[in-house]
């Protein structure tokens, strides 16, 4: 093979502890931009989402790889984001209260069918992109779910009531309905009573 194919392929333009460098400050940085913008950006809740995150590997992209085309260069690349990549999961895992510090905290959104208009102001969302978010997990309405929480990843946990906990719901309720018109029907009863003997007495 010719030799000036293999040093056209292989040989470096920058030197070597800038092209392990540039990958691994363009990681740390999209994770804090990531963090800093919140969570919706990772959901891809609406096309508008999708485009930024596909639009950044490609603006990035020359910052993590200079003028170096390179196979080596684009080696050590790809070795430096999975090395950063390696060592942050293993401190994060052994701190975490840092992880919750650079990850963030999951943000719930509904508790018991009542939806927190406040968080969702909080993590820019509508409330047609939190029912399409429960759509896409076979949940019709907001009054079927439990508990709904954005995590930091920027899935959506959605716990759903189950039918037997709702229809128990509804028996508790209806007892407690029945028991109040009982207690006012006794207290009416009462009522007359005292005005028939009122009346009785005043004669």
Not at 24 to 30: C, G, K, S
Request: glycine share 4%; hydrophobic share 45%; aromatic share 6%.
């Amino acid at each position: 093979m010719d030799h000036g194919i293999i040093q056209s392929m292989f040989h470096m333009e920058l030197p070597l502890l800038e092209k392990i460098l540039r990958p691994m400050i363009v990681y740390l940085t999209l994770i804090a931009f990531l963090r800093l913008f919140g969570k919706r950006e990772l959901a891809q809740l609406n096309p508008f989402d999708l485009v930024v995150l596909l639009s950044l590997s490609n603006t990035v992209q020359n910052s993590m790889i200079g003028n170096d085309n390179s196979v080596s260069g684009g080696v050590v690349g790809a070795f430096s984001l999975l090395a950063i990549n390696w060592l942050l999961t293993r401190l994060l895992f052994k701190a975490p209260k840092l992880t919750e510090t650079l990850q963030g905290t999951s943000t719930t959104l509904i508790r018991d069918g009542v939806v927190d208009y406040e968080a969702l102001k909080t993590e820019a969302l509508t409330e047609e992109e939190l029912l399409s978010a429960l759509h896409k997990q076979n949940v019709d309405s907001f009054e079927e779910v439990r508990c709904c929480a954005l995590e930091p990843n920027g899935n959506f946990f959605i716990e759903v009531m189950n039918p037997s906990e709702q229809e128990e719901e509804v028996s508790e309720l209806m007892r407690t309905l029945r028991k109040l018109t009982s207690d006012v029907a006794e207290l009416r009863e009462e009522l007359r009573v005292r005005d028939a003997g009122s009346k009785s007495a005043a004669s």
